[in-house]
């Protein structure tokens, strides 16, 4: 239940599954694989050319133009097509990212390390602001900054840089 | 139509975290009128269907079938996205009251849907009942404190206020040192801001 409000769900499903003989988003693929009107073809950004890519540096390729929500899209996919590879290799890639990612999240400074940034998959990017903002709250604590503050959704006309008391 | 206009509904959820965007009914109803022509589609399918077979039923192997499940399918679609539209910002709306008080700025207030406005209402009284039976107010104090008296700063000029058993006078850049549970609901307006010397 949790997952049908969740936007990341709908936006993830809405990337369209290239590769079969018609393009279908994945919320339509999904049910007509379940009552086996089609088969769905893995997509293009999972094949053995990426697969190999990957394998070489995982943290250097570039998996948000082959597809922003790739480790989602590629779960789903695990259920729905009959490749039996493609659940370990999602955990390599990850496994291979992760530990850079992090690195850089935790040590990144405003302007540098910003090159990498467009690489990520939503997913990625999400743990990668998750890390910053958790150093930011953590310099702010050391330097005992204001523990109360305006909310940020008056921000607008001057603070951009107001952070909320929660989000 | 099948689930375009929805998706970009959903995707302006996505664009700015901390501030509300303006109700979108333009593209909201047009999602609404979709939903109806796929309507439209899938009982015309489904009649002419049931037209061609003589006893009324409706096999999987009819050629239209296909067609009246890709436009159930949209249907179902943009539901999902219209709710999730919907109760993403109800939840915005949620944090906002504990952000700012039971009072909503009034350029938030117009940015409302009708029915938005509503639930913010009726969400503030269930709330102010509930705080009150019991006695405490539970949106003050959300960081542990460490003393329970805090020095602030005036940033506006806002006249006489009530401040404990006082009421003062807050003028512009003048400092105060006042209860912090009476402060917090200021500073979260951006009245006061904390004065850390």
Request: glycine share 4%; charged share 25%; aromatic share 8%.
């Amino acid at each position: 239940m949790a997952n049908y409000y969740d936007i990341q769900d709908i936006l993830m499903q809405d990337e369209v599954a290239r590769g079969s003989v018609v393009d279908l988003p994945l919320w339509l693929a999904q049910d007509l694989v379940q009552r086996q009107i089609l088969h769905i073809k893995l997509p293009s950004c999972f094949n053995a050319r990426v697969r190999k890519e990957v394998q070489a540096d995982p943290a250097c390729v570039d998996l948000h133009s082959k597809c922003p929500f790739y480790y989602e899209m590629g779960c789903k996919l695990v259920e729905l097509s009959v490749d039996p590879t493609l659940g370990p290799f999602l955990l390599t890639t990850l496994q291979g990212r992760y530990k850079d990612l992090l690195c850089k999240a935790l040590t990144a400074t405003l302007s540098g390390n910003l090159k990498f940034l467009p690489h990520l998959t939503e997913e990625e990017t999400r743990l990668f602001e998750a890390g910053r903002d958790s150093v930011k709250a953590f310099k702010k604590w050391r330097l005992q900054g204001p523990r109360i503050e305006k909310a940020a959704i008056l921000g607008r006309k001057r603070n951009r840089d107001a952070t909320p008391i929660w989000s | 139509m099948f689930g375009r206009s929805a998706a970009l509904l959903v995707r302006e959820l996505t664009t700015d975290d901390h501030h509300l965007r303006r109700f979108n009914y333009d593209l909201f109803d047009k999602v609404i009128s979709e939903i109806q022509e796929h309507f439209q589609q899938v009982t015309t399918i489904m009649e002419k269907m049931q037209g061609e077979n003589e006893d009324g039923q409706i096999s999987s192997a009819d050629e239209n079938y296909n067609g009246a499940l890709i436009h159930h399918q949209s249907i179902l679609r943009n539901k999902r996205c219209l709710l999730a539209y919907m109760y993403h910002r109800a939840n915005r709306l949620q944090r906002l009251r504990w952000q700012l008080g039971a009072v909503l700025p009034e350029d938030v207030k117009e940015l409302l849907h009708p029915s938005e406005k509503e639930f913010v209402k009726s969400y503030s009284e269930a709330l102010s009942s509930y705080m009150t039976k019991l006695d405490i107010d539970l949106a003050v104090d959300i960081t542990p404190p460490k003393d329970p008296y805090i020095q602030v700063r005036v940033l506006n000029n806002i006249g006489e206020v009530l401040l404990g058993d006082q009421s003062t006078s807050l003028v512009r850049n003048s400092i105060h040192f006042v209860k912090r549970s009476e402060a917090e609901t200021l500073i979260s307006q951006g009245l006061l801001e904390e004065f850390t010397g």
